[in-house]
């Protein structure tokens, strides 16, 4: 075998495995792709659609999508004739032995038909790639323009030819339902063990009684009347509720009744009928909520295996209808389009003229060492297109250049984006930082106690230098987790997702300095005697959001407290003082003892004499008045104490007056 003869068997082999497996989803007869949505969670809305003159419709689905085929399956009779069942075999019997079938084996599920014309519209889910958004920014003078593109990916083994294609953001519930697989529930096993007695009964003896006089009771017989319910009544019936009833029937004895008004052969109750769902008109038409209307009488096919009998019409537009409700936003392609199998297909979704510009932020990122000196490039815009924007990459232009690419986080309509895409070097940040613990608000006062907040302080210096030739804006992001916030921020600035943005203009070659400070409170509880306390007390008088009574008494409390306080000093004052006097005495003592057999000391002798007397006077004069000061502190703190005693006060709720 040469070499191009190897090339082709391995391309040959390499294509078998797609041509193998087909369609997710084929019929026979045929019925056309129509429409598909695409949402972002991995499945997608197909509608198939035609018309059908015979008695049957097979359909040939994939194993792997099988329980999503049967678990969403909607179908609508548009000719007026009806639909009796959907029925498909069971994958394998695992007592004869059989191998579970493999994830691309077709099963075959066949819908009988009553054997007229139909005009027959199917909708179902099914796996399929997500689609994904793309973005352009193109920047202008005043304002930008955002383009939104989404790429859709067909794996379905079909060519979507001239469909209605639909994208929703978000993701609606979606799971798994393997409905062809059988189930079968363990049940209690009740034995016959015959007429046992387990142990030999102790007889009594008693007094003969003469029992001819005693009625008979006869043996009561019950029988349980259950009406069948109304066709609105059985579309309403909880399967709960039925299983109860049942259960009830048995535990009286009336099985053999309740099996006869099941089905032939499986005693199992009537199917009920399907809720109806009302068409928005008679005449079928594609509006932006999905396909609407019908005519009145159409049928639905169950997709239950063994499933009889016709059932009210369902508009397949109540599928779609409530998984467009579980996304945010949903984009419906204005013109058909075709996406062929095993391809990628980028559609437009919207091109909207919004407020943008062009600027800086100063954000450090530690995957970016040299963005703790310089600032990033960013695009700014206001996402006006009336939609939800996904998460994606986002390519920016100006003046005909590509500048970079950046991440567009999910953006909400009228909510605002900046997005980084490149380093600007032309720029620098210096930034220093102090910390200090300051400020003091009153929380509340309960039994003397004071509970006041205070405040970790960060003040951030920014120093910006411009070394380009033009004029520059800088956004500074500030990050301010729970509980954090900037104190009186410059003006201008902007919050979002736990961050501040501080502006700060710098002229072409010149510098800009600014200061943002950061605060985070902390509480702590303190005595009527600390500083801070009597600080945040102030500071809730001078704020009037207390009734009169309650200011007043913190006023005179306050006072009680500042004479303390000033007692206290003066008291401290004089006690130093005598200290002082009491060292000088003691020194002079010292003195006159040294010198007191010195005969031609009389003169020192005298004097010292004189200055212990004076000294001895002054000490005590201080302390007398040391003696009349805790006096005072003691009635003042004894008045305090019986005026906080009755203060309470909540801060938080106090109201002004």
């Known amino acids: 075998m040469n070499q191009r003869s190897r090339l082709a068997l391995l391309a040959l082999l390499t294509l078998t495995p797609a041509c193998v497996r087909g369609p997710q989803v084929a019929s026979q007869p045929t019925l056309g792709l129509r429409r598909v949505v695409v949402y972002r969670n ?67 599920v066949q819908m009988r038909l009553d054997g007229r014309g139909h005009d027959l519209v199917v909708g179902y889910m099914a796996e399929t790639p997500i689609w994904r958004p793309s973005y352009r920014l193109v920047l ?5 323009q955002i383009q939104a593109y989404g790429v859709v990916q067909n794996l379905s083994g079909e060519d979507w030819r001239n469909v209605q294609l639909s994208l929703v953001t978000g993701a609606p519930v979606s799971f798994r339902s ?36 005693q009625p008979t009771t006869p043996a ?57 769902v009302a068409a928005n008109g008679r005449d079928w038409r594609q509006t932006a909520g999905g396909v609407v209307g019908g005519t009145p009488g159409g049928r639905l096919g169950g997709t239950g295996a063994g499933f009889e009998g016709p059932s009210r019409p369902r508009s397949i537009a109540s599928l779609a209808a409530v998984a467009v409700q579980g996304g945010a936003t949903r984009y419906d392609l204005p013109a058909r389009v075709t996406i062929p ?48 924007l996904e998460r994606g990459p986002l390519a920016i232009f100006e003046s005909g250049a590509f500048l970079g690419q950046g991440m567009l986080d999910p953006l909400p309509n009228d909510a605002t984006a900046v997005v980084p895409f490149a380093l600007e070097r032309g720029l620098a940040v210096e930034n220093t930082s102090t910390f200090d613990v300051e400020g003091a608000r009153l929380v509340a006062i309960r039994r003397g106690v004071v509970q006041i907040e205070r405040f970790r302080t960060a003040r951030n210096t920014f120093r910006v230098r411009n070394g380009m030739d033009r004029d520059a804006r800088v956004l500074i992001r500030i990050p301010t987790p729970e509980g954090t916030s900037l104190f009186e921020p410059p003006p201008m600035t902007e919050t979002a997702n736990g961050a501040a943005l501080v502006p700060v203009r710098i002229a072409a070659r010149g510098r800009s300095e600014q200061l943002v400070v950061v605060r985070s409170p ?48 003066e008291r401290g004052e004089h006690i130093t003082r005598r200290n002082d006097l009491q060292t000088n005495a003691q020194e002079t003592r010292d003195n006159l003892e040294s010198i007191r057999r010195n005969p031609a000391a009389a003169d020192l002798r005298a004097r010292l004499t004189t200055r212990l007397a004076q000294v001895s006077g002054e000490i005590d004069q201080v302390s007398r008045r040391i003696v009349e000061l805790d006096t005072q502190i003691g009635e003042r703190r004894v008045r305090l104490s019986e005026a906080v005693r009755t203060i309470e006060v909540d801060a938080n709720a106090s109201a002004p007056r």
């Open 341 to 388: 199998n095993r391809s990628a297909t980028m559609v437009l979704l919207a091109s909207r003229d919004v407020p943008g510009e062009r600027l800086y932020l100063f954000a450090p990122d530690a995957g970016v060492g040299d963005s703790t000196r310089h600032p990033f490039n960013v695009a700014r815009f206001v996402n006006r297109t009336g939609s939800m």
């Open 140 to 144: 202008g003078q005043t304002d930008a």
């Open 522 to 569: 902390f509480a702590m509880t303190t005595q009527w005697g600390d500083p801070q306390a009597i600080e945040a007390i102030r500071g809730f008088i001078q704020g009037g959001r207390a009734p009169r009574a309650t200011i007043d008494a913190l006023t005179g409390a306050l006072e009680l407290q500042v004479q303390i306080s000033r007692l206290a000093v």
């Open 42 to 108: 991995g499945v997608a809305y197909f509608e198939r659609g035609g018309n059908v003159s015979g008695d049957s419709v097979e359909f040939s689905v994939r194993q792997s999508e099988v329980g999503d085929f049967l678990a969403t399956l909607a179908v609508m009779e548009r000719g007026g004739s009806s639909v009796q069942s959907a029925a498909f075999p069971l994958p394998r019997d695992p007592s004869a032995g059989e191998r579970p079938p493999s994830p691309d084996e077709r099963r075959t």
């Open 178 to 213: 393997e409905l062809a697989e059988p189930v079968i529930t363990e049940r209690p096993l009740v034995t016959d063990r015959g007429e046992v007695i387990d142990a030999v009964p102790q007889g009594d003896t008693t007094l003969a009684n003469d029992q001819s006089n």
């Open 220 to 276: 009561v017989t019950s029988t349980i009347t259950r009406a069948q319910p109304a066709a609105d009544e059985a579309e309403d019936l909880d399967d709960n509720e039925e299983t109860e009833r049942s259960r009830n029937l048995e535990s009286r004895g009336d099985r053999a009744r309740r099996s006869t008004s099941g089905r032939a052969g499986g005693g199992a109750r009537p199917a009920a009928a399907p809720r109806t």
